[in-house]
């Protein structure tokens, strides 16, 4: 079974600033995906960025970025220019590409604050 | 595009009452759909993978008998929670993915959530 780590309960930022989010996870796959979903006071889960364990290149999306170390087994997300808007929950989440369709497995999640 | 709806987003049902979720893609078909249940200030766990015209598996722990899944066509799964106790009062969220499962990774977008109080 996979575990998804995330050590930051809590962080704040001030709006302009970037940000860090950790996420580590465990696995004996060697194929899986991982995402980072963001879930803001509504709780409507958005998806923010997604990266393909066989793909060294790091994902963009804008002012999301991640810095994917496969042999750490390591996926933190980076916002750059921090907005208002971002103030949210985010979550790492993994799946496994084996065995058909599978659910995500999701780390506990880190309240990122954007103060003004 | 890629739109998934829920329904109701919100109900407060009397202990021992049976109560359904409908989880539907408004914009695409989706052979697999998923279940999860989020207690406040936690993280989502998946509960169970509803396929269409399949039975649906279940997460460890989950009782199949009380949680019931129903995936009758390729835009609609529900979730039935029979003689709901307080215990149960949760948010429950599916997902719902286009196609190829998760061989391919493809990405699973979310329902808004329904809000479940058992009194």
């Known amino acids: 079974a996979q575990t998804v780590t995330q050590s930051q309960p809590e962080m704040s930022v001030q709006e302009a600033e970037t940000v860090t989010l950790s996420c580590t996870y465990d696995?004996?796959?060697?194929?899986?995906?991982l995402f980072w979903y963001k879930q803001p006071p509504s709780r409507q889960m958005i998806l923010v960025i997604r990266?393909?364990?066989?793909?060294?290149q790091n994902a963009t999306e804008n002012r999301f970025s991640v810095n994917f170390q496969k042999a750490a087994k390591s996926f933190s997300l980076k916002i750059s220019d921090s907005q208002l808007g971002d103030t949210a929950m985010y979550f790492c989440a993994f799946i496994s590409t084996g065995g058909g369709a599978d659910g995500l497995t999701f780390g506990k999640g880190t309240h990122l604050i954007i103060q003004p | 595009g890629a739109v998934v709806s829920q329904h109701p987003s919100r109900v407060i049902c009397k202990s021992g009452t049976s109560v359904k979720i409908e989880c539907r893609s408004l914009d695409f078909q989706a052979t697999t759909m998923f279940w999860y249940r989020q207690f406040p200030k936690q993280s989502l766990m998946l509960m169970a993978t509803?396929?269409?015209?399949?039975?649906?598996?279940?997460e460890q722990g989950v009782e199949k008998d009380k949680f019931l899944i129903n995936h009758a066509s390729l835009t609609l799964s529900t979730l039935t929670v029979t003689s709901a106790h307080p215990e149960d009062s949760s948010f429950y969220i599916c997902s719902a993915q286009t196609s190829g499962g998760a061989v391919r990774g493809d990405t699973q977008y979310f329902g808004p959530g329904t809000r479940l109080t058992v009194l």
């Open positions: 990266q393909e364990a066989y793909k060294q």
């Open positions: 509803s396929n269409e015209g399949s039975k649906a598996t279940y």
């Open positions: 696995t004996s796959e060697s194929n899986y995906y």
